[in-house]
């Protein structure tokens, strides 16, 4: 067997696994145009919670209790603001994301887009993901610190209200598109 | 080793019928008009089992003749399969007047730069060339519908059943063509029997999922969506990258609280 043989044989494989795994996900889409009408309070919703889990991570908080509680409750409080910080930062990513998708939707719908901003964004998202795991994975191992996650609400709720701008006007011509469509049906155009 | 040889018989003699088929079946259902290059491509491979058939009746099936008749009408084959593959691309991400923008250049780039590399590290022996350019060009077209997925899958793009059935199709002939031709190179004529049998069984799988994906008439066209002015991405974009740079200098913060602030 020569080194070809694995080599081709290993691209073919990768790029099976590539195909497969982008191929489950075009099934059964909805066009972009369609699922511009989704409701923009996207990185609003967990922004609400801030000043709660704010007061759930402060440190003040954590010295009070250890002072006057026993190491048993103060192990379980430990525990359940773990799960806090965790959920939080779940769910801001998940805001995030969606955030992400309608940035896309928007690019998609562009007449014209910047190969160096769709790039970057590929980077950063990549980016994102690889570090949210990594802080993910100290705060389940208990080694890092409630993270300041009002830095983070602040980024996503700015980018929300930029788009609610852009999502407003995709309605509006997804509006006047299915006008369009249905006058040209009403003169028997065959636009299925 | 002559039952192999009787059942490739049998299964070309499939092909050929699945073929006339496929094309009686575009025809009939008026989406030769829909998919020209895939219809040309199917005609083409029609018309070259045809040539073959008849080439292995007039010399035998390894003789030069047959060989070089093969191998010539291969050429154009893979040309016709390469355009087919434009065609879906084009149809897919056609629509997204931008994002098609963007794909076509990369699509095309990478296939040059696929097609080279697949045929400088076969080291341009050019008693192979043949095979070689085969795998290149199939790889190519290999790396071309995987990258037209993942940009269907990044941007969330609609995608017809029936172009997606087409894809696919053209995806799994070209993978099992790929592998083929590294085997038969590795292994030479030892493998030859099976390489073909392999190859149409391969062949044979698209047919039938091409027969199956235009079965039904395809729409005349697809409206296209409503298109943003070009302000908002142009305003949207680089904000979008700006917060996300500093979404990560954030995290990166978090992950490393002893790093300076820039």
């Given amino acids: 067997m020569s080194l070809f043989f694995y080599l081709f044989s290993g691209l073919i494989g990768l790029l099976l696994i590539l195909f497969l795994w982008s191929v489950r996900s075009t099934r059964r889409r909805v066009p972009p145009s369609t699922r511009a009408g989704v409701p923009d309070e996207c990185g609003r919703r967990n922004m609400a919670y801030l000043p709660q889990i704010r007061q759930a991570l402060a440190k003040t908080d954590y010295e009070f209790l250890s002072k006057r509680a026993s190491r048993e409750i103060v192990r379980r409080v430990r525990r359940e603001r773990r799960s806090v910080a965790l959920g939080y930062l779940a769910a801001l990513r998940g805001d995030f994301q969606s955030l992400l998708r309608m940035a896309r939707v928007i690019a998609a719908l562009s007449p014209e887009v910047a190969a160096v901003h769709e790039f970057e964004r590929l980077r950063l998202t990549a980016k994102f993901a690889w570090q949210y795991e990594m802080i993910r994975w100290k705060l389940l191992a208990g080694f890092a610190p409630g993270p300041r996650l009002d830095g983070l609400s602040d980024l996503v709720s700015g980018l929300s209200v930029r788009l609610e701008t852009a999502m407003k006007e995709l309605g509006e011509r997804a509006a006047a598109a299915a006008e369009l469509a249905s006058s040209m049906n009403r003169r028997g155009l065959d636009v299925a | ?262």
């Avoid at chain 2, 994002?99 to 045929?119: D, E, K, N």
């Avoid at chain 2, 017809?160 to 083929?180: E, H, K, M, W």
């Fill in chain 2, 1 to 262: 080793m002559n039952e192999i040889v009787a059942f490739g018989k049998m299964l070309w003699g499939l092909i050929v019928f699945l073929e006339a088929g496929l094309l009686a079946l575009l025809l009939y259902r008026k989406n030769h008009r829909k998919f020209p290059f895939f219809f040309t491509y199917v005609l083409i491979a029609f018309l070259q089992s045809v040539v073959l058939m008849v080439s292995y009746r007039l010399w035998a099936f390894s003789s030069s003749n047959a060989v070089r008749i093969g191998w010539g009408t291969q050429g154009i084959v893979i040309l016709g399969r390469m355009l087919a593959v434009a065609e879906i691309c084009r149809r897919v991400l056609g629509r997204y007047r931008g994002i098609w923008a963007l794909a076509w250049r990369m699509l095309v780039g990478s296939a040059v730069l696929v097609l080279l590399y697949a045929l400088a590290i076969a080291g341009f022996e050019w008693q192979l060339l043949a095979l070689n350019a085969d795998r290149g060009l199939e790889l190519t077209i290999t790396v071309v519908l995987v990258m037209l997925f993942l940009f269907a899958h990044y941007y969330e793009l609609a995608m017809d059943p029936a172009v997606r059935s087409l894809a696919i199709g053209f995806f799994l002939y070209s993978c099992f063509a790929v592998l083929n031709d590294t085997i038969l190179e590795s292994w030479k004529y030892r493998y030859a029997p099976l390489w073909n049998l392999v190859g149409m069984l391969a062949y044979l799988a698209s047919l039938l999922l091409w027969n199956w994906a235009v079965r039904k008439k395809q729409p005349e066209f697809t409206l296209e969506p409503a298109l943003l002015s070009q302000c908002v991405y142009q305003a949207l974009a680089p904000e979008i990258n700006l917060r996300l740079k500093l979404l990560n200098e954030h995290l990166n913060r978090i992950l490393c609280p002893e790093a300076r602030r820039p």
